[in-house]
């Protein structure tokens, strides 16, 4: 049967519309045999019968799948993951992914979220895929499906920390990137800076608990206001409307993300609040949103190319480790700790997700770097506020 050459194994309209082995070999006037073997290198064919193939292959435009040739391998080089299509931030990293791990020979798998399409559904389609290793942006708690994948494959968690869990994680520094935004604001003369977030899976808490750090360390912890706000534009626009509902204003917002600061934006103009001189504004993430012309958005900076060359390496390091050795752990020191890829202390604790590997798992954590990029949007508070 053609599918067990593994070269022709796609359904559907799209396979009926590429060229198959038999095509080429009804073109040629040979059998599908000799095609199979000149396609494969396999010794045999004449060098004028391989030249005759090659060339009929290249003319009707015949591709091999890759995925069937890998599966009779018994690898598929294909790492998996999961994001959600109206995060920028989340798809600016995907795209830089395809890149970085092609130049490493793998292929990427991708899987997306939104209403109605959960992780649960995304990290499934992926498994069954056969993906070697496994990254996932914010997953919700609890996840069964999420929890069987971390004892079959290497499972980094993107975008939020993971106490307790034993997971790889790579997230944004947020203490570092909302207390500079914090200073910042401090800076200019504003106390009464409020935070419109709070909200959204572990992240929202997070970086709540970062705003109320930094405002502690400049001295202002009587004025911390958190307004609860998750991270999309219609979230940012709805606790700014909250804002303006006060009698009292606060001179400064800070916000979860860039898409919840631009839904804020647009309902101060409405209100014909003017942003900096009566009410700053600074965002998180620096997306393609920030820098826009009729935004100008002040914002936390995340760096999308260490979070990918952080996910990569880990990956690649955890495959690495289960394909070398299962006797072989990794090295935990005297005290318990183990380094991660930038140096940070982690602790070392007995979990699974290790990729099949025996021994202790010690989680790598990688918190990549948050730099506030200031822009129009923020500005000296105004007399008398």
Known sequence: MEPADGAEAETGANARALPTMKD???????????????????????????????????????????????????????????????????????????????????????????????????????????????????????????EAARRLVPVVLLGEWADGSGLDTVHVDETAGLRRAVEHLHRLGHRDIAYLGGLGGRVGPDRAAAYRDAMGAAGLAAHVDVV????????????????????????????????????ALAVLSGAGVRVPEEISVVGFDDNHLAALSYHRLTTVHQDAEEMVEATVEILLAR?????????????????????????????????????????????????????LVVRDSTGPRAAGR
């Open 319 to 371: 495959l690495a480790e289960a394909g070398a050795s299962e006797a072989s752990p990794p090295a935990v020191r005297a005290d318990g700790t183990a380094r991660g890829l930038g140096g940070e202390a982690v602790c070392a604790e007995p979990a699974p997700g290790s990729g099949g590997g025996a021994g202790v798992h010690v989680p790598r954590i990688v918190a990549t770097s948050a730099r």
């Open 24 to 146: 080429i070999a009804e073109h040629v006037g040979v059998s599908r045999q000799l095609v199979s073997l000149v396609l494969r290198g396999a010794e045999g064919p004449s060098a004028r019968s391989r030249e005759r193939v090659l060339a009929a292959a290249a003319e009707l435009g015949y591709r091999p799948n890759a995925s069937a040739r890998l599966l009779r391998q018994g690898s598929t080089r294909t790492l998996g993951i999961v994001f959600s299509l109206h995060n920028s931030f989340q798809a600016d990293v995907v795209e830089r992914l395809f890149a970085r791990v092609a130049a490493r020979g793998y292929r990427l798998a991708t899987a997306p979220i939104g209403p109605g399409r959960s992780t649960e559904t995304a990290v499934g389609e992926l498994m069954e895929q056969r993906v070697e290793a496994l990254a996932v942006f914010n997953p919700e708690p609890g996840i069964e499906v999420l």
């Open 228 to 263: 609860a706000s998750g991270f999309d534009e219609e979230a940012g626009a709805e606790a700014a409307r909250t804002v303006l509902a006060r009698p009292q204003r606060p001179t400064a917002l800070v916000c979860g993300s860039d898409h919840a600061a631009a839904g």
